[in-house]
């Protein structure tokens, strides 16, 4: 089974979703991308392949160009500003969240749809399974439609160790950082120190520590109105 075929009929199924909730399609990408002033909304796929198999791993995302520019300032090279697999995502809301569940979901190969030559049905799972990840992208998206929400994703108390919503704790403590900065949280002060205790005491790489120190004293100097 080929990627470009898989690729051509995803489009095919997401066109009329993506022309009315204004979604352009990104052939080159694989994905539907919108720009909503400085935000930037993307529903996209990632995708391995053993033989004749090919693995299908659907994602939303959301980037704000500050926290980007801020992270590129600093020396870290940011992913997203918040993202999930939506199979991921679709679990956590039918039975919640728990520190296993990412790991349980990629042993046991549930958070991707897989197609293979052997299965000529397996278009049409593919259709059925994404179908409800649509509304469950769209409810992500106006959830955090602000760096205000980006900012209760991040830190809320208890701190979420492994949270979903990003690639690692590393990036968990710089967008937390900057988003708290940046909706001028009244706890900020006390949301810097926590983080520099855990980046102080984490495994993370020098360049990542590097990167937060940076951050720290780029923020300071930091002003939210301008």
Request: contains cysteine.
């Amino acid at each position: 089974m080929k990627i470009q075929d898989i690729k051509k009929h995803i489009f095919h199924a997401l066109e009329p979703f993506a022309a009315a909730n204004d979604f352009k399609i990104l052939k080159g990408r694989f994905a539907l991308s919108r720009k909503v002033g400085n935000r930037t909304d993307e529903i996209f796929f990632t995708y391995c392949s053993w033989g004749f198999e090919v693995n299908i791993f659907p994602y939303v995302s959301v980037d704000y160009g500050e926290i980007n520019t801020i992270c590129n300032d600093c020396g870290f090279n940011l992913n997203h500003s918040a993202f999930i697999n939506l199979l991921l995502l679709q679990r956590i809301k039918q039975r919640g969240f728990n520190e296993d569940l990412r790991w349980n979901m990629q042993v046991t190969k549930t958070d991707r749809f897989i197609l293979s030559d052997d299965e000529t049905d397996d278009y049409n799972q593919l259709d059925i399974g994404l179908s409800p990840l649509l509304p469950i992208s769209l409810d992500f998206l106006s959830q955090y439609n602000s760096i205000n929400s980006i900012d209760r994703l991040f830190n809320n108390s208890p701190i979420e160790q492994y949270n979903p919503y990003c690639s690692g704790l590393d990036t968990h403590c710089m967008i937390g950082l900057i988003s708290a900065k940046l909706s001028k949280n009244a706890d900020y002060e006390n949301i810097k120190r926590m983080y520099q205790r855990i980046v102080e005491k984490e495994d993370f790489t020098d360049n990542m520590k590097s990167s937060f120190i940076r951050l720290t004293a780029y923020l300071d100097n930091y002003a939210t109105d301008r």
